[in-house]
Structure formats: structure tokens, C-alpha cells
């Protein structure tokens, strides 16, 4: 193609474009495919301001992750479905890991090194507490006030469960009103801001300055972009960091932190669950790493209260740095399904309509019920032989008699629930197979997932198993953990097995750069045009601009799903405008679970985002403008930037992954 037949076709897409000067959401780069080494995919030109002018991935692997030594301390939240803290170390003292002030509060045979992820809002909808302090005023109103008060917990899995989130999702409160999420999500992290700050000014003896803190969110490895950018967009909010300086914030992966913690681990600081601690010659001063050799490959399973999150490592010596052999991988089977089949149980004995109404018209007792209930939960395990006792609340013993007419204990006796009987102390007497019977389907989503990991080809030769998260100490799901595994792996529990991934989350905002290479969870790239080739495209794709066959909707794969990329390798597509003025442009983004796409209009295929090039105040007198945008895979966020060739200009480069 001539530089003029370039400039016709360049022209007549930019005319029939209904882009403006100031960009268009809505359009997708335009490739001839001859230009390019190989034929790549492409979109529709008639919607196209942009011409793709060279594709190239380059395994460049500088590692573009800026160092934490610029900040004295570093502070990681750990903002759990259930639980929530932070623990921090200072730069100097790395190896020195602090977790934070035990809380005010707690709950029988609940460790409160971590506080309850639960806040409360005044009726004016202003933020008044969080975590026990939240809990115990809520609990503490009169039954007419509280219905005011917006009460919030277990929220955290909105993000994972809500299709088109965007920064206008709306959580329920225990009374039934609707708050947006991004608010409270913002006041969380404002509140561990606060404490932080409060507790390294303690330390240090002097008021304590917000810019010297890298701070560290942690999140389920699972969970796709735009939860991320949305807790991104919560810290922005919250004043943790300015967007102004973005990189003063990392997102942590939660089963990535506790691998990097567990293979610091010395025996005596956990369970080998498998009685092998003295295997290869390990004494119990030595830590899992010098049992590690060249190569060694290992499994975090992180059991989280709303999320289980598994992550395949293999240890590069000698520094330790860590590749990811296969992409993450999991599912909600955190312990709060439980928490859901015991809900379940109630509806069963005392009918739905009941339930539904007593947690809306007696929400505090609603909660009092539920925290009877996790103590007993916690005390769940295979060899018990006595009953397992829940104190139901009297308001719940007195609305059911309103409700129904009759006692809560004839409610028992009239339902088929064998296993579940009144004791005259006002509980609820469940025998230890009934309650084991709650984990069942919790625990077998987790062992069926667990086993089709180990069918992978690349997940072969497992070395440790480890255990981590609230929901590990359960020796229920231990005991279905060993028995699928049959001795091919140690399985190891960390003592502390609660504070694992906050304390590795502190230890990866030291050195961001630990993991090396990662495996991306989806395929990702946009849509556009390449020449028609008849008998390999399908004729409902070919458009005839100017005599031109071209093939319409082509994915143009940046990365495949499972695909190893290295930290900081970049993805290269070079653009030219269409028009000199034009300022901005935003292009569509797409994404699909399968590693191979061949259109944007297939099965699977979703618009999940648009990388936007903001190309004001790059203006050149070069014939042809080249903006080329670097995309960079490798990290726990997908990063763009771009510069403007002829002027070696910055481009402000963004991708946006949350529906607007």
C-alpha cells in the first residue's frame, strides 16, 4: 500500500467515523494486515480513527515495579470477607513484621488479632464505626433505632459476584437500605489509614506523614480487573493515596503474599500435617526454603472466608524468586458457605418467610445468631462425639411466637430435622454430624477443585501443599485435604495461619518484584479489520470499502489466558491518528477464558474495558504521527503507557476496566 492509498484509506475511515476531535468511545483500531510481519486480528473501519501501524510483543523484562525503598515504611490492609487488619515494617527492618494493636472487643473462641469486616453508618448515612466497635454500638440500639442505622458485613464478595461492577454498585445494609459500595469501601480503608498512622506515630514518637507509607491492599487472586481498579478507585477516595501518585499503592494477590511468607517459614513456626518435619535433613530452625531446591514447585490454597484461591509456584534459587506455573485459580467456597447452609437449616426448620422477616425487622439479633453460631462452627471437627450448642437470641424465641403463634421448640419438634433439637436452656442442640453436614458442600467444591489442579500437566511433582487463611484451621477441611492427597505432598499449615497473608503482603510491598514471572487468568486484546482471505474468514464478515476486501471483528490477541508473561515483558501496538486535531481516543478492550479467539463476536468473548490515549499537547509537524502504547501484562495490574514517537513525548495512556 502507497503512503497516498494509506492516507485515502486513513482519511475515509476518519470521515465515515463518528469520532470527534475529542475521541469517541466507541471505536476500534483499523490494521491492514499487510503491513504487519504476520497477519494479525482487527475492527470494524468505519468506526476506526486509528491506524495500527506495527504489532510487536517485546520480552523486554526490566522489572518496571518501582522499588519500596523510597518509603520508610510499609503498611499492608488485609481486607478479608469476614475479618480485616494490617500489619506494617519499616524499610530499614524488614525482616521486622509488626501486626497491629489487638482490637477492643471479641468474640468466645475467636483469635481478635483481626478485626470483624463490619461497619456502621449513622441514619444520615455518615461513617460512625468499624469492626467490633461497629458491632457491639449496633448491637447495643434499641430495636426502634437500629433499623435507622446502616449496618454492613460480609461485603467484600459484591466485588466478586457482581457482573458489571462499576464505581456505581450498591451494597444492602441489614436494615434493607442501599449505599454505594465505592463509599464503603472508602471509609474502611480510611479507618486503617487512621489507626496506621496513629500506631506509627506511637512507634516513632512523632506525628507520622502519610508519603512515607507504601500501602498494600490484598486481594483474591481471582478476582478480574475490575474489582481491582474498583479497590484502586476506593483508595483514591479514601485519601490512602492520591491518584496523583498511583504507584504509592500496590494490590497484592492474596495467595501470592502467603507464599512469599510461607517460604521464610522455620518448622517450629508451623504444622507439618503430613509428620514429616524432619524430611530432608530440615532441623526445626531451618525454614521451608532450605528444604526448597532449584526448581522446587509447591501449592498455596488460600481459604478465605468468602473466596478459595489456589496458586501454583515454583522457586528460582538463589534469590528465591518465584514463577507461576499455572494461572489462579478458585472459587467462592470460602467458610461463609457454611454460614449460608446454616441459614439454610433455620429456613427448613422455622420456614423462609420467617427468616427473611426477622433479619430485616430484628437485624442485631440477626447478627448476635450468626456469631453464636461461628464460635460453634470453629469447634467443628471430625472425632467430636457431644453436641454442639446455639444460643438463639430471646427476640428471636419471642418474634417467632408473634409470627407463627406457637413456640419455637414445637417448630422443632414438627420439622423433619432429626439432628437439631431444643435444649431447655433456650438453644439449639445440634448433633456433630449435623454440623458437619454445613461443610460438606463447601469442602467438596474445594477438594473437586483441588483435584482437577493436580490433573494439570503443569501441576506435577508438588513438593508442600500450603494451607492458609481463617478457614484452614478447620480440621474438618484438613482432614479432606490429607485424605485427597494421599502423601503426595507435605501439606503444611503456618501456626499463625490467619495473619499469613497480610504478614507476606508486608514482605511483597518491600520487594514488589519477588514474583518474576506470572500466568495471565484470561485472553485479552481488541477488535480489528485484517484483508479478507477467502475459505479461511467467513463471508458474514467481509466488508468492501473502496474495492479492499476486508475481514471485520478480528481479535487481536495482547496475551492468552494461561500465557507466561515476565514482569515488565510489554505488548507494543503502534497507532497514528486519523486526523491532526483529534485529541482523544478510546478503544475497546475485549477478553474471553479460552486461550485461542479468533473474532470478537464469539461465545465467551466480552468487552471487558477501553484503553484510552489522551494525545492533547503532543501535536507535531511530522507528516505521520506514531503514538506507540506499551502494555504491560506481568504485574497484579494491567498497566498501559504510551509516547509520541516523532516528539518523544509522553502520552497520557489509561485502561479502564469498571462499566460506567
Known sequence: MTSQEEKILTDEMANSSPAKSVGDPGITPLSPTHIQPQPQPQPQPCLSSWLLLITER?????????????????????????????????????????????????????????????????????????????????????????????????FKMKLHTTANLSINTDLQAANGKRVKALDIFAYALAFFKEQALKELSDQTGCEFDNNDVRWVITVPAIWKMPAKQFMREAAYKSGLVSRDNPEQLIIALEPEAASIYCRKLRLHQMVDLSNQTNQNGCSPTDNVGTAMTQGDRYVVVDCGGGTVDLTVHQIRLPEGHLKELYKA????????????????????????????????????????????????????????????????????????????????????????????????????????????????????????HLNELFEKPEVCNIKFLFLVGGFAESPLLQQAVQNMLQGRSRIIIPHDVGLTILKGAVLFGLDPSIIKVRRSPLTYGVGVLNRFVEGKHPSEKLLVKDGTRWCTDVFDTFISADQS????????????????????????VYCSEKESVGFISESGVKKCGTLRLDVSGTESTAPRREIQTHMQFGDTEIRAMAVDVSTGRTVKASIDFLSH
Not at 471479641?106 to 455518615?126: A, E, F, W, Y
Not at 470460602?334 to 433455620?346: A, N, P, Q, R, V
Not at 420467617?354 to 445468631?369: E, G, N, Y
Request: proline share 6%; glycine share 6%; aromatic share 12%.
Open 58 to 154: 517485546q520480552n523486554d523484562t526490566n522489572d518496571q515495579v518501582p522499588s519500596g525503598m523510597s518509603f520508610m515504611v510499609v503498611v499492608a490492609i488485609d481486607f478479608g470477607t469476614t475479618s480485616s487488619g494490617y500489619a506494617y515494617a519499616f524499610t530499614k527492618e524488614p525482616e521486622c513484621i509488626h501486626t497491629m494493636r489487638r482490637w477492643e472487643g471479641g468474640d468466645p473462641g475467636v483469635s481478635n488479632q483481626k478485626t470483624p469486616t463490619t461497619i456502621l453508618l449513622t441514619p444520615d448515612r455518615k461513617f460512625h464505626s468499624f469492626g467490633y466497635a461497629a458491632r457491639d454500638f449496633y448491637h447495643d440500639l434499641d430495636p426502634s433505632e437500629s433499623k435507622h442505622w446502616l449496618y454492613l458485613e460480609k
Open 329 to 448: 485459580s478458585g472459587g467462592p467456597y470460602g467458610s461463609l458457605g457454611i454460614d449460608y447452609e446454616f441459614e439454610k437449616l433455620l429456613c427448613k426448620i422455622f420456614g423462609q418467610d420467617f427468616i427473611d422477616q426477622f433479619k430485616i425487622k430484628r437485624p442485631a439479633a440477626w447478627v448476635d445468631l450468626m456469631i453464636a453460631f461461628e464460635s460453634r462452627k470453629r469447634a467443628a471437627a471430625p472425632g467430636r462425639t457431644n453436641p454442639l450448642n446455639i444460643n438463639l437470641p430471646f427476640s428471636f424465641i419471642d418474634y417467632y411466637k408473634k409470627f407463627r403463634g406457637h413456640s419455637v421448640e414445637h417448630a422443632l419438634r414438627k420439622s423433619n430435622v432429626d439432628f437439631v433439637k431444643w435444649s431447655s436452656q433456650g438453644m439449639l442442640r445440634m448433633s456433630p454430624d449435623a454440623m458437619n453436614s454445613l461443610f460438606k458442600p463447601t469442602i467438596e467444591h474445594i477438594i473437586q
Open 565 to 588: 508473561v515476565a514482569l515488565g515483558e510489554l505488548v507494543k501496538r503502534s497507532y497514528t491518528p486519523a486526523k491532526p486535531s483529534q485529541q482523544v481516543i478510546v478503544i475497546h
